[in-house]
């Protein structure tokens, strides 16, 4: 940690501790817009459209949603994704989201989209930036939610249909700020995709990457290393090595935690075993984020709750996550000053009522 904890914060009663984690601002670095679909607006996209789905109501598609692990998990978010053809489409869903992060006080939201996952089903890349793009816009002006969007690339698919995906969105690159890397992580490790980072890091987008969710803490270095990302998605993996935890502590590396996620897809079945609290206590600057909201069980504020109830986390813990999500965002430094000073006028509030 590298900043002092406010004043008096130890007098915020553990009785508050809820209503702190839901008003406090917050950045939220780690979800995939698609992974925000509920089931609901996945019926009315494909009656919009004219897709058939696999389920026949909402809560057929609701109950199926027990995954076991990432890839159980995958198959039914890519069948969700399928109602997504036009830019309307894109845009609504991620309305739909930024008015919810907005009402869980997110300040900040950096959006995750895969552009493989429509460009692959023949929906054309400017449809699905333009869509969300506008959205961005649109949701700054009327919730005063400051949004931007990450470009991922799908990591089981080639280095060469990164690339071909890199050049086909250049056009937009007003649009995004970042590239990204996702999808099933196991057996697709960061350095087959060195090549395309080095062109991105070229182009100056910033960089991030999953690594350490199911994979090893090998993942995790060569994400550094091979890939020389700002921010590890997940990174949860890296309490196996020693060596790693100094470094992600010393660099102050960003690691994008998303305990709900953890625990439905069993990376910590038991939300009382997860590692956040002991990831913070090692100095990592760790954040809390909601992944796939609507598939996982909930959105950042849900995260936020469920982790410190089941962990025992207090008001020092919560000051420090949401402060390093503020921080750890690719908005200006003036920008995110401003948001701190919010975040410590939030807690010095809960202070002075306590
Ligand atoms: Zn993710």
């Known amino acids: 940690m590298t900043y002092a904890l406010p004043a008096a914060i130890e007098r915020i009663p553990a009785a508050q501790l809820p209503q702190l984690l839901r008003t406090m ?64 489409d894109f845009y609504d869903m991620a309305m739909a989201y930024l008015e919810r992060a907005a009402a869980d006080h997110v300040v900040r939201a950096e959006l995750f989209f895969d552009p493989q996952t429509h460009t692959e089903r023949g929906v054309p890349i400017e449809v699905v930036i333009l869509g969300l793009s506008r ?65 991105c890091k070229a182009l100056g987008f910033h960089l991030v990457a ?33 060596e790693l935890m100094q470094r992600l502590a010393q660099t102050r590396m ?31 600057n760790v954040t809390v984020n909601s992944d796939d909201p609507a598939y996982f069980g909930g959105y950042v504020n849900d995260n936020y709750l469920q982790v410190f109830a089941a962990t025992g986390m207090g008001a020092a813990q919560a000051y420090q996550l949401a402060r390093n999500s503020l921080e750890a965002s690719f908005a200006s430094p003036a920008q995110q000053a401003a948001w701190v000073q919010q975040l410590d006028d939030c807690f010095a509030r809960f202070a002075q009522s306590a």
Not at 257 to 284: I, M, T, W, Y
Request: proline letters at 6%; a negative charge; hydrophobic letters at 45%.
């Open 254 to 284: 960003p690691l994008t935690v998303c305990p709900l996620s953890n625990q439905k897809l069993c990376v910590f079945p038991d939300l009382r075993e997860h590692n956040l609290p002991r990831l913070l206590a090692a100095g990592l």
């Open 135 to 199: 959205a961005c816009h649109d949701a700054q002006a009327r919730w005063g939610i400051s949004a931007a969007l990450i470009l991922s690339f799908l990591r089981h698919l080639s280095e060469e249909a990164a690339f071909e995906t890199l050049e086909a969105a250049l056009p937009y690159r007003a649009h995004f700020i970042g590239i990204g890397l996702d999808s099933s992580e196991l057996g697709n490790p960061p350095e087959k995709f060195e090549r395309v980072f080095a062109r």
């Open 25 to 88: 601002p917050k950045a939220e670095l780690h979800m995939h817009i698609e992974g925000s679909l509920e089931p609901e607006l996945i019926f009315a996209l494909a009656q919009r459209n004219g897709v058939t789905l696999p389920y026949d109501s909402v809560q057929a598609l609701r109950s199926a949603y027990a995954f076991t692990d990432l890839q159980s998990f995958l198959d039914i978010y890519y069948a969700g994704a399928s109602v997504l053809l036009h830019e309307q």
């Open 210 to 242: 999953h690594a350490g969710e199911e994979g090893p803490p090998a993942y995790v270095w060569s994400a550094l290393n091979a890939l020389q990302v700002e921010r590890i998605d997940h990174g949860v993996q890296s309490e196996k090595d020693v």
